[in-house]
């Protein structure tokens, strides 16, 4: 096991940040912590890393109890904070020097790893760049860079793809999954679903500092009632028909709006299929018609009540 | 590692523009605006020759002592400047020079010495104290020969008898001239030396996960906290002496502002006010938990009261404040480092200065046990979103 966390919890004054949360990372996995805002994904990161002070519970890492001069520990974790954390004065080279040469002291290993890097992040044209002259893009690109040149076992990545353009995010994500298949273990928290469901192996959903569901996307999804949600696209309908859609097998929600129609199917087969028989026996016509799975946001929603932008 | 860190910071430190504006150019262009400042009040209180008309009458001609300890106070001396100015003249043309207000009094001997003022002032007493002052010494003179009539043939013991009398020439306690404007300069100094709390900030911020994401990558990694807090201390504390050193350079070599000889105690001044300077940034930064504008703009407060306290806006209140509360001589960093270069400008001895110096050195290890005391804790209690640029 990689990360072991116990019971874990993190009070500020009354608010209960961390509430009793045990978590398991094993190696190889790319585990993926998803929640809203404020749902206690950074508190849970920073307590992890010793950073926090925590109330209760236990954290192991790599199984040795983790604390702030576990140095042999840390010399094995890289982190790639939510916000750039790159010196102005420093070239792109010598941030990533720098950072590197807390964790290796030979000069030979150290420039090779710096390197990679660069490398790896693609900013070998950009490497005496001084960060201002950076697009937002590549300046997170250089922040993942100063997080991994030292070429950790555990790379922990806190929201790295905030207000970044879908371009560098793309590669962001291509990268991480790159790092996962060179063999470090991955911990990635965001609160953009897609992003989660696409690379990682394995998910928590947290909420208000609680463990709402964990498993791998599918698992997840098989807890919920959501089968299937079918729209269908400039349709006219009376109350009528409304009320006979909403009687086929598994329709479990039925909403009309603006010529516009979304059927929420539980799990069953055939659900698409009996609604276009249906509409084509009244002898409606209509437009597009889409077929959607359900994604973690149904998994938060049916849990909570509330979408995972709320 | 140490090494590592240090050429990094040094790097950093040395491409931070704005600190390096406000630690050094500031200073220097300050210093330059002083000079001008300065030039027209020096002029302004230079002492020049009292104007006197002296009456050339036959009493007069036949006085050669009267006339031997007027030339000792009109005739320049090296760098002392001259008491009187005298002019020789005619009882008609005396008189309207004096009316005229070209003079400000009249020697007349008759055989007596008189004097006559159209009015009393610092100028007319200064005259008559050397005339009361010649008085005393021609009586004394009198007495003597009475006492010992062959003194008149003896030329040489006369002569080392006369040797004992200066008319009226101010000499220093100390081996220095005394100059008011040294003091704004030195308050300068003092305050550069300060400013360099603000390196301090940056130091410590930059090693703290609640202050900063560099601070929090810091934290990550396998390498203790005070080891790089130490590292960058050195490393600010290399490049604010240079400042500090520069500044002396420019204000000696180039605004002639005047400091003592001693080159290597001027510079022990220096270095010892820059770690003071610098450990006063790392305590506040490491206490204060607030933002960086808050922390700098309270050592901006302080920076500024101490050496306002020290000088910098009014010399004498440098005095006022010493002599109504003797203890702020000694628990104000900016005078210390003031007093220190006083110390070695004014007086022969160096017990002043030691003392000095060994109060600043209390003082940066006071304000570093404090650092340590608030840096030195491992996990903290929250770590507030820092924003990008932070």
């Known amino acids: 096991m990689v990360i072991k966390v116990e019971n874990l919890v993190k009070r500020y004054g009354d608010l209960i940040a961390v509430d009793h949360l045990s978590l398991e990372v094993r190696q190889g996995e790319i585990f993926g912590l998803l929640g809203p805002n404020g749902s206690g994904k950074t508190t849970l990161i920073n307590c992890i890393l010793a950073l926090l002070k925590y109330d209760k519970g236990s954290i192991s890492v790599f199984g040795k109890p983790m604390a702030p001069d576990a140095y042999d520990i840390k010399k094995d ?93 793309n590669n962001i994500l291509e990268g991480i999954v790159r790092l996962n298949r060179l063999g470090a273990t991955i911990v990635y928290t965001s609160h953009y679903m897609e992003e989660v469901e696409q690379i990682c192996s394995r998910i928590m959903i947290i909420d208000k500092g609680r463990i709402i569901a964990t498993g791998t996307k599918e698992e997840l999804k098989s807890m919920i009632n959501v089968g299937e949600i079918v729209s269908v696209e400039s349709v006219e309908l009376d109350q009528n028909l409304l009320d006979v859609i909403r009687r086929l097998p598994n329709a479990s929600q039925v909403d009309y709006e603006n010529s516009n129609l979304t059927v929420t199917f539980t799990k069953g087969r055939n659900n698409l299929l009996n609604l276009m028989d249906l509409l084509r026996k009244e002898n409606i016509s209509y437009g597009s018609v889409y077929s959607k799975l359900p994604t973690l946001n149904d998994v938060f929603l049916e849990f909570t009540g509330r979408q995972l932008r709320d | 590692m140490f090494a590592h860190v240090f050429k990094y910071r040094m790097k950093c430190f040395l491409g931070d523009r704005v600190t390096l504006f406000w630690t050094m150019v500031f200073p220097i262009l300050l210093s330059t605006l002083f000079l001008m400042a300065f030039s027209n009040f020096s002029k302004a209180t230079s002492f020049t020759g009292i104007k006197v008309a002296v009456v050339n009458n036959d009493a007069y001609q036949e006085n050669r002592m009267f006339q031997e300890a007027l030339d000792s106070v009109t005739e320049k001396q090296g760098d002392e400047e001259q008491l009187l100015s005298m002019e020789l003249v005619s009882l008609e043309e005396a008189e309207t020079l004096l009316d005229q207000g070209e003079v400000h009094g009249i020697i007349l001997l008759d055989p007596d010495i008189k004097l006559v003022v159209n009015q009393s002032g610092f100028n007319q007493s200064i005259i008559k104290s050397f005339l009361d002052q010649y008085q005393q010494v021609s009586a004394s003179y009198a007495t003597l020969f009475q006492m010992s009539p062959e003194l008149l043939a003896n030329r040489d013991a006369l002569k080392d008898y006369s040797a004992n009398y200066d008319f009226l020439v101010e000499r220093n306690p100390g081996k220095n001239e005394t100059d008011i404007t040294v003091t704004y300069f030195y308050a300068l100094l003092a305050m550069t030396a300060l400013y360099g709390s603000f390196w301090g900030i940056r130091t410590v911020n930059e090693v703290q996960a609640d202050q900063s994401m560099k601070g929090a990558r810091v934290n990550l990694a396998p390498v203790h906290k005070m080891k790089t807090l130490l590292a960058g201390i050195l490393a600010a504390w290399i490049i604010q002496f240079a400042e500090l050193s520069i500044l002396i350079l420019y204000m000696s070599m180039v605004l002639k502002v005047s400091f003592s000889n001693q080159v290597w105690c001027i510079l022990l001044t220096g270095l010892v006010g820059s770690l003071t300077g610098i450990t006063l940034g790392t305590m506040v930064g490491g206490l204060i938990r607030k933002s960086d504008g808050i922390k700098t703009g309270v050592l901006l407060g302080i920076t500024m009261t101490l050496s306002g306290f020290a000088g910098l806006y009014f010399a004498s209140f440098k005095y006022v404040v010493t002599k109504a509360v003797p203890v702020m001589a000694y628990i104000n960093p900016a005078n210390l480092i003031t007093d220190a270069l006083y110390a070695l400008y004014y007086y022969d001895t160096y017990e002043r200065f030691a003392l000095n110096i060994v109060l600043l050195l209390a003082f940066a290890a006071v304000f570093c046990l404090l650092t340590y005391l608030s840096v030195r804790r491992n996990r903290y209690a929250s770590i507030p979103s820092i924003q990008e640029g932070d």
Not at chain 1, 146 to 164: F, N, Q
């Open chain 1, 77 to 169: 974790i890289g982190v790639i904070m939510q916000n750039v954390a790159v010196f102005n004065e420093l070239t792109v080279y010598e941030n990533i020097d720098y950072f590197c040469g807390l964790y290796v002291r030979d000069k030979t290993e150290r420039k090779k790893l710096v390197e990679e890097a660069i490398d790896f992040v693609g900013l070998n044209d950009f490497r005496s760049f001084y960060p201002k002259k950076l697009s937002g893009g590549l300046l997170r690109r250089l922040n993942i860079a100063c997080g991994i040149a030292h070429k950790p076992k555990l790379i922990i990545l806190d929201e790295p793809t905030v207000a970044v353009d879908p371009q560098s995010r």
